[in-house]
């Protein structure tokens, strides 16, 4: 059963970074797309960026593109994201979610989804 499992979200001030984790369980990378999907109060879920384990990486920020990253720890099974430069508007819940092989957009594409993990960004 594949599982999904978010971690390293918290109140970060303006201008800060985070690292976000999420742990597969249940399958790897190989054969897959994890992708980062976040969802502000009020607003749809909008994706973030994704890797898939041919390598690729699809970028998917409206604004910013450079203040995210997103990278694999195969040691770990995890996926980790890089969030530098923080600003009120990253604020929202985190989910990480998987689909076989391709990154794509939509979150309607992806079936598997993790819990989330809250970011707040606040002075």
């Known amino acids: 059963q594949k599982q999904l499992v978010e971690s390293g979200g918290g109140l970060v001030q303006p201008g800060g970074s985070l690292k976000l984790s999420c742990e597969l369980s249940?399958?790897?990378?190989?054969?897959?797309?994890i992708a980062w999907f976040r969802q502000a109060p009020g607003k749809e879920r909008e994706a973030v960026i994704c890797i898939s384990g041919i390598g690729g990486i699809m970028n998917y920020a409206a604004s910013g593109k450079d203040r995210f990253t997103i990278s694999w720890n195969n040691a770990e099974n995890t996926v980790h994201l890089q969030v530098n430069d923080l600003k009120a508007e990253d604020t929202g819940v985190y989910y990480c979610a998987t689909r076989l092989q391709l990154c794509s957009g939509p979150a309607v594409n992806y079936l598997t989804w993790g819990r989330g993990t809250q970011v707040t960004v606040s002075s």
């Open positions: 249940g399958f790897t990378l190989e054969g897959h797309a």
